[in-house]
């Protein structure tokens, strides 16, 4: 969860710096992307780890609170990437990134989706030709003790 943090924490550094230098938002698309990315990864960690086995059990209330510090940082830094893009920005500029986010959040759901189903499917072909080379070397062991019995 820290790594999560610092990667927001220096994405939006390089934003700052960027716009007091006096450049545009597009010249800090790929920390804007890298701020985003880190966020989304830093709210999945809370919320699988709110919702694991063991810390239903024995949670600590040290890793909750810097667990929600963190998370508010990371508001607050978005709240400021907001106004930002809503100073600097064209109007409606705000609205239409929530959106792309949004859509963009779907298509990563639905490769991570597709990635599942060929790796199923990916493992299923490798059990089925497993099995069928184990099976097939059976019955050449078979045939072969029945050839020698047989003989002899």
Known sequence: MLAELAACNAAFAIIKQ????????????KAITDFVTAKDTLQKKAHKKKN???NKVGG???D???EFMALEKVRKQENQLRETMQLYGRAGLW???IKFQAEARKRRQLEQEERIKK???LIELLTIAGLTIVFGALVLYF????????RG
């Open 18 to 29: 960027t716009l007091s230098n006096g450049r545009e938002l597009v010249d800090c698309s």
């Open 52 to 54: 694991s086995f063991w």
């Open 60 to 62: 600590s209330a040290g």
């Open 64 to 66: 909750d609170l810097e």
């Open 95 to 97: 609205q239409d990134w």
């Open 119 to 121: 790796r199923k499917k």
């Open 143 to 150: 045939a072969f003790f029945f050839y020698l019995a047989t």
